[in-house]
C-alpha cells in the first residue's frame, strides 16, 4: 500500500510539471509575440518620424542637382551637367537635358551623326529659363555646316581680263590661260557662348594691274582680302570684302569676282577676275 501510493505521488508530480511547462511556454509565447508586435509599431513609428528619409527629401535633392545641372549647362561644361541630369531621374526635363549634354559633347568631338541623334530624342517641350534648348537643337544643321567649312580652299577655275574700251567699242584686251598660281582662301570658324560664330581668314586671287599694248609690259599681281564674319549663324551667300570685290557661297564652291574701271586719256580700262575655290582635301 506504501509503495501504490508513491507510484501515485509520482505520477501526479510529472503531470505537474507537464501542467507547469506548457503553461511557461505559452506565456513566453505571448511574450514573444507581443515583443514583436512592440518593435514593429516602434520601426513603423521611426519610418513615419523625422528622421526617415521621405519623398520630399527626395525631390529636394533631385531639385538641387537640377538646379546645379542647369548652371553648368549653361556655362558650356556639358561632361559634369550631364553626370547631375542623369542622377536626377525622372525629375522635370533631366532626361532631355542629359541627352543635350551629349549631344554638344559630340558636335565638340566632331562626331555630328551623334549629336544629331541625341537631339532627335530631346522633347519639343524641353524649356530652360536663359537657354534655348529648343533653338540649339534646330540650329545644329547650320552649326555643323559652319564648322565643316573651316579650312584651306585651292582655285579649280579662273577668267581673268584686262580689256581697253573707246565707248563701247572695244579696243584691245587681254585674258589668262590656265589656272594662275598663287590664289587660295583660308578660313577658321569659332562657336561663341551664344550658339553664333566668329569666321575669319583672308581669301586671295589674281587679277591683271596695269594694261599695256605690248605682253611684255603688261602687270598683274595677287589681291589679298580679309574675311571677318561676327556672330553669323549662317553663312551668307554674298559678302563684298572690298570695292568691286565680292565673294558667294553656293554648293560649297566659293567664287571671287573682281572689277575695276580706269581711265586712259579717252579710252577707259576695265579689269575683271572670277575666280572659284573648293576646300583642298
Known amino acids: 500500500m506504501h509503495n501504490k501510493f508513491k507510484k501515485v505521488s509520482a505520477v501526479v508530480m510529472v503531470m505537474l510539471m507537464m501542467a507547469s511547462f506548457s503553461s511557461c511556454s505559452g506565456l ?130 579662273n577668267n581673268i581680263t584686262m580689256t581697253k574700251y573707246k565707248k563701247k567699242k572695244k579696243l584691245q584686251w587681254w585674258y589668262n590661260i590656265g589656272i594662275w598660281s598663287g590664289q587660295f582662301i583660308e578660313l577658321e570658324c569659332k562657336e561663341n557662348p551664344d550658339g553664333t560664330f566668329d569666321v575669319t581668314g583672308f581669301v586671295q586671287f589674281q587679277r591683271y594691274t596695269k594694261f599695256a599694248k605690248k605682253k611684255s609690259k603688261i602687270k598683274k599681281g595677287p589681291y589679298k582680302l580679309a574675311i571677318n564674319l561676327k556672330n553669323i549663324t549662317k553663312f551668307p551667300a554674298k559678302i563684298t570684302l572690298a570695292k568691286g570685290v565680292t565673294l558667294t557661297y553656293s554648293n560649297k564652291i566659293f567664287i571671287v569676282n573682281y572689277s575695276k574701271t580706269t581711265k586712259s586719256g579717252k579710252n577707259k580700262i576695265v579689269y575683271k577676275s572670277r575666280v572659284a575655290y573648293k576646300k583642298a582635301n
Not at 528622421?51 to 556639358?78: H, M, P, Q, R, T
Open 28 to 157: 513566453n509565447s505571448a511574450i514573444s509575440e507581443q515583443a514583436d508586435t512592440t518593435t514593429k509599431k516602434s520601426v513603423d513609428s521611426k519610418s513615419n518620424g523625422k528622421d526617415s528619409v521621405g519623398d520630399d527629401d527626395i525631390v529636394g535633392v533631385a531639385e538641387n542637382k537640377y538646379k546645379k545641372g542647369i548652371e553648368l549647362l549653361k556655362a558650356g561644361n556639358y561632361s559634369e551637367a550631364q553626370a547631375l541630369f542623369e542622377a536626377c531621374g525622372d525629375y522635370e526635363y533631366a532626361f532631355d537635358l542629359a541627352n543635350v549634354c551629349k549631344a554638344e559633347i559630340e558636335f565638340k568631338n566632331g562626331n555630328y551623326s551623334r549629336a544629331t541623334t541625341y537631339y532627335a530624342k530631346v522633347s519639343e517641350k524641353t524649356e530652360v529659363p536663359d537657354f534655348d534648348v529648343q533653338q540649339k537643337k534646330a540650329s545644329l544643321p547650320s552649326r555643323i555646316a559652319l564648322v565643316k567649312m573651316a579650312g584651306s580652299y585651292r582655285v579649280t577655275s
